[in-house]
């Protein structure tokens, strides 16, 4: 998932990040660090929050002997349970190479403490990733050849440009989908995004890319924004941008150019699945980085409820959804609700755990590192009209990732709940964030999340109790077979 109008420098993360100033896709919560740093706390927070997590600074030093010696016990850490947390499941593609480039330039002069800092945000990212990573061979990867042939390159003197760019591809080489290292600027517009506080100037859309057929997709649409008002709707594919292409042929985009000065024009060619191309001109506004919710009132033979969680990252997801449930059962109790997580690709291990408990209880399974320790995910109940043994029905498709898979497949493990739609992603790892003395960070997979009975579906996917085979992009709001599949269930009884 990508944000809609990212700046030029985002394009390679993908789903990482929704800088279109929808939503962040990859946010960190409470942070954990080499030199600067370390929380462990329980949980998955995005961006949000940054734990207060009483830590011990320690001195890094310049060889992979020292820095083994870094090991846990070393760091003062936060109690498990902790209010913020620092976990996260990130989306499914965000092994891609991050990059935001600074405001230095690549001929900035290179001074030995730029030398000697860079040195000592490698071997606590170094560390991090020896001491805590989850799978022990790391991913196939030689983790212990890649430290001399880096220091030396570091040591010969670089820009922080080019450090940041092989930091991103040096944890992009664990090829694990999930860890990644964010720069200072990264890290600094994730806090933003996970409080909901950053802004940009664009047209309110969140989206992703079919890069088969050459397209962007909208997925989400801001209300009374610039696209709102053009009558841009979920679903939509955007062809061109100001008569360029939205995605190339080289699998970039050109998204950016939604971007542009507050009160400037943009001209989106934009088409309905099933409908023919349409141009729909746009005036650029300030567009807040609130991802809201959506919910409405299925009308049939019987009251149903439709709730879609477009996130799990932003901390006002709770609220939101409490509010919801609450407001659909004004009008009476519902015979059913269906739960749309199709276009959400994770988030906070707090938000994931409130919300988990308007529907159930209990033990809902566990966090294991790779020595096999496991943190148990129990879940408390928020008893809200008749929703904890309400009927449901949980949308989701190959978009559902991370925490959003965990939700939907603790409620089907359950027997809370049937999956329709499309099989998982398959990406359950969990993250920890290592936040460095320069701002910069990493999210290094260091949990997998199993069930009760110690089973999980990393690598495959949860595969749905009624599969729909058609995807986001080739439907229309109006005519949404997943959903006529789900209420056609509860309906019967199913």
């Known amino acids: 998932m990508i944000a809609a109008d990212p700046d030029p420098g985002t394009q390679r993360r993908q ?99 730029m030398t000697a800092r860079q040195r000592r945000v490698f071997v606590d990212l170094w560390s991090a990733v020896e001491q805590h990573y989850v799978y022990q061979d790391y991913h196939g990867m030689d983790w212990q050849a890649v430290f001399t042939p880096t220091l030396h390159r570091i040591n010969d003197g670089i820009s922080d440009t080019r450090f940041y760019d092989m930091m991103s591809e040096l944890v992009a080489s664990l090829n694990d989908d999930h860890s990644v290292f964010l720069s200072p600027g990264e890290a600094h517009q994730e806090q933003s995004e996970y409080q909901g506080s950053g802004d940009y100037v664009g047209i309110g859309i969140v989206s992703d890319v079919n890069y088969a057929r050459r397209y962007t997709y909208v997925l989400q649409v801001l209300p009374d924004s610039p696209a709102a008002r053009a009558g841009l709707r979920p679903h939509d594919n955007i062809l061109q941008i100001n008569g360029k292409l939205s995605v190339l042929g080289n699998g970039d985009t050109n998204m950016e150019l939604l971007r542009g000065a507050e009160g400037s024009t943009v001209t989106v060619t934009a088409r309905t699945p099933g409908q023919l191309p349409r141009e729909l001109v746009m005036t650029r506004t300030q567009i807040s980085t609130y991802t809201p919710i959506e919910y409405h009132i299925i009308t049939g033979t019987t009251r149903l409820g439709y709730l879609l969680i477009p996130t799990l990252f932003e901390d006002s997801i709770g609220r939101q959804v409490r509010a ?151 439907i229309s709001s109006d005519d949404d077979p997943v959903i006529a599949a789900a209420v056609a269930a509860l309906n019967r009884g199913k």
């Open 324 to 474: 919801a449930l609450l407001d659909m059962v004004k009008g009476g109790r519902l015979n059913g609700l269906i739960v749309d997580m199709r276009i959400n690709n994770g988030g906070a291990y707090p938000v994931l755990v409130q919300t988990l408990g308007f529907f159930t209880s209990g033990n809902a399974g566990s966090l294991s590192d790779r020595s096999g320790v496991r943190m148990t995910m129990g879940v408390r109940p928020d008893r809200i009209a008749n929703y904890l043994s309400m009927p449901l029905m949980v949308l989701i498709d190959h978009t559902t990732a991370s925490y959003a898979e965990v939700f939907a497949g603790i409620l089907q493990a359950k027997g809370r709940a049937k999956l329709v739609g499309q099989n998982t992603s398959g990406n359950i790892e969990t993250l920890r964030a290592h936040q460095f003395e320069d701002g910069s960070q990493a999210w290094i997979a260091e949990e997998i999340f199993r069930l009760p009975d110690g089973s999980n579906w990393e690598g495959r996917g949860l595969t749905p109790d009624i599969p729909v085979a058609q995807a986001w992009d080739e």
């Open 15 to 113: 789903r990482l990040t929704l800088l279109l100033g929808v939503v962040a896709v990859i946010f960190c919560v409470a942070v954990v660090c080499g030199a600067a740093t370390i929380a462990a706390v329980t949980g998955l927070s995005a961006i949000r929050h940054m734990a207060n997590a009483g830590v011990t600074a320690l001195a890094a030093t310049d060889t992979p002997q020292a820095a083994a010696a870094l090991t846990p016990a070393a760091f003062t850490v936060a109690a498990p349970h902790a209010a913020v947390s620092p976990y996260i499941t990130p989306t499914a593609t965000a092994a891609q190479p991050v990059q935001i480039a600074p405001s230095v330039t690549a001929t900035e002069p290179v001074t030995p403490g």
